[in-house]
């Protein structure tokens, strides 16, 4: 199924969910529960990549350096204001191929890929180093519980002539500048 900027997609919940993933007597399952999470490899795709293009927040708290420093040539004084502009890193070409695309499958290449900056930064929805948020861990488990189940639950399914615009507006967050329309119902 192609949708657009979302390209080819799993045509089944099943599929989005890592396939045969239990079930009761009739194979039917109800919810996916927070140990199915770890079979869902293109469901973490999805959820990185959805970080990845649409980060939270455009920037991290400002920080300040302590002396002088020459950074690519440019000097930064002492008590100069940095700040890091992450949704670009997140759309960087030299480091992202077609970064504007919504490509799950890109974090399907790399299994180890480094959402907390340790071994290289190329995106870092949460911060990085010394000031990561510390909540990492539980967002990433909620928004891989929380997707998994909204798509294992519902067909979802985009009103004729219609699309999705992704374009953002900064509230507290970065949300959607226009709601999404879709028309779900309950998977029977």
Partial sequence: MDYGEFGEVPESAGEACGGDSGGDDHGEKEEVKEEDLQKLRYLKCVVLEGLRRHPPGHFVLPHAVKEDVVLNGYLVP???????????????????????????????????????????????????????????????????????????????????????????????????????????????
């Fill in 78 to 188: 002492k008590n100069g204001t940095v700040n890091f502009l992450l949704a670009e890193m997140g759309w960087d070409p030299r480091v992202w191929e077609d970064p504007m695309e919504f490509k799950p499958e890109r974090f399907l290449k790399d299994e180890t890929f480094d959402i907390t900056g340790s071994k290289e930064i190329k995106m870092m929805p949460f911060g990085a180093g010394r000031r990561i948020c510390p909540g990492l861990n539980l967002a990433l488990l909620h928004l891989e519980y929380f997707v998994a189940n909204l798509v294992w639950n519902f067909d979802w399914k985009l009103p004729e002539g219609g699309h999705v615009d992704l374009s953002e507006k900064d509230e507290f967050t970065m949300v959607m500048k226009n709601p999404l329309q879709v028309h779900i119902s309950p998977r029977i």
